[in-house]
């Protein structure tokens, strides 16, 4: 038996991001061209499945956060680790049509679970400030994705088993770095400043937090789908699109330490407010990008708001909820992401097909405006509050 231990260490934090995400990152480019391309299916089914693996993902949020506060967070990593792992291992014996797709459905609902799970442990760690335990936490998911993505394309050449066998070796260390760091008890790790549930002025703040998060990334997602249809439209090569995101996960990976000391002057939720502003703004601009290095140069704006603003949010939420809850609150916010990545490629579908990109990033931007002006607004008031009161 492994001796239990206070916390989960910041290493293991951000080995098992990176690991969760390297694995995600192998599949998610590789289903459409897989069902298209050797499973002879049609582009509609395989948007049918990766939005299957979407929604079963955003039930995996919510199952993971309940099974961490009402049952054993350990456990719970483990059992949506195995219900990653086992589908996967699975799919390098059985990958035809339909098991394909059924698969995919068990394998988001464990990532979806396991990355409520880290997040939530993440939450509860106590030797280090939460700020900077979940900024090391986004460079470890960006990291991941940038692996994930770079070894996908090579691995792709020499058969689609081979990808599945390097995705369940992700899963087998991950379920390696569960063992042997996440056994830990947290009953000792209590914060002292706020017990019980979230109070109610926090509970709307978090509520608007998380539908400012699914604002959010219904806007980024317009980069994962639609925005390459356009650039290609443009004249611009696929492979100058598929550039911009490596741009964006090395400038994630070198510039957030220097964001996060930079960041250390400042409190964390006017640094997420001027963060997120920025991303926001960088929508603005692909209205009139015409050229390559237009939208290079939006991409880095939209990185440098990203990379400054994404990481405390999570943070924050933690600040906000109560001890009793915590698992429940980050299971929210990672519903909030996965629900946001869902949507966006359907909003921008329809806004393309009736109106046009223009519209679209006009208005993607001003639903990312209000939302943030209603977080802005709410934590306002509760500051003038806690003012008045002292």
């Known amino acids: 038996m492994w001796k239990t231990k206070q916390e989960v260490s910041l290493?293991?934090?951000l080995a098992a991001t990176l690991l969760l995400n390297a694995a995600a990152a192998c599949m998610w480019p590789l289903t459409t061209v897989y069902m298209h391309n050797e499973l002879h299916q049609t582009l509609a089914l395989a948007g049918m499945a990766l939005l299957g693996m979407s929604l079963c993902m955003i039930l995996g949020n919510w199952l993971g956060g309940w099974l961490f506060d009402h049952w054993s967070p350990f456990k719970s990593g483990l059992?949506?680790?195995?219900?990653?792992l086992v589908p996967m291992v699975t799919l390098i014996f059985f990958n035809g049509w339909p098991i394909f797709g059924i698969l995919l459905l068990f394998i988001?609902?464990?990532?979806?679970?396991v990355m409520t799970v880290v997040n939530s442990f993440a939450a509860n760690v106590r030797s280090i400030s939460s700020r900077r335990v979940f900024n090391y936490l986004y460079i470890g998911m960006n990291l991941g994705v940038v692996i994930g993505t770079l070894m996908v394309g090579y691995l792709m050449d020499h058969g689609v088993v081979l990808v599945f066998m390097v995705a369940s070796v992700f899963y087998v260390i991950l379920l390696g770095i569960l063992l042997v760091d996440f056994n830990v008890?947290?009953?000792?790790?209590?914060?002292?400043?706020?017990?019980?549930?979230?109070?109610?002025?926090?509970?709307?703040?978090?509520?608007?937090i998380a539908a400012m998060v699914f604002c959010l990334y219904m806007g980024y997602s317009l980069w994962e789908s639609v925005i390459s249809v356009h650039m290609v439209n443009l004249g611009i090569s696929f492979e100058k699109y598929s550039l911009l995101w490596t741009l964006n996960g090395l400038m994630i990976v070198f510039g957030q330490p220097l964001a996060n000391r930079i960041g250390a002057y400042f409190k964390m939720s006017t640094q997420i407010f001027w963060g997120t502003l920025i991303f926001i703004l960088s929508f603005l601009l692909l209205v009139f990008d015409k050229t390559y290095i237009m939208f290079a140069a939006t991409m880095v704006i939209l990185t440098l708001g990203e990379m400054t603003g994404f990481p405390g949010i999570p943070a924050w939420i933690d600040s906000l909820a109560g001890n009793n809850d915590k698992g429940k609150f980050q299971g929210i916010y990672n519903m909030a992401i996965s629900f946001g990545r869902a949507v966006g490629p359907l909003y921008g579908g329809v806004l393309i097909e009736y109106g046009s990109y223009q519209l679209?990033?006009?208005?993607?931007?001003?639903?990312?405006?209000?939302s943030l002006g209603a977080v802005i607004l709410h934590n306002w008031r509760i500051r003038n509050r806690r003012i008045k009161q002292s």
Do not use: E, Y
């Not at 059992?79 to 990653?84: A, E, L, M, P, W």
């Not at 914060?191 to 608007?208: M, N, S, T």
């Open 360 to 370: 679209l990033f006009w208005s993607v931007t001003l639903l990312m405006l209000l």
């Open 11 to 13: 290493m293991g934090i």
């Open 79 to 84: 059992v949506g680790t195995f219900c990653s």
């Open 185 to 208: 008890n947290l009953t000792t790790a209590k914060r002292k400043r706020q017990q019980g549930p979230a109070q109610p002025a926090h509970l709307k703040l978090i509520w608007l």
């Open 108 to 113: 988001g609902l464990g990532d979806g679970i």
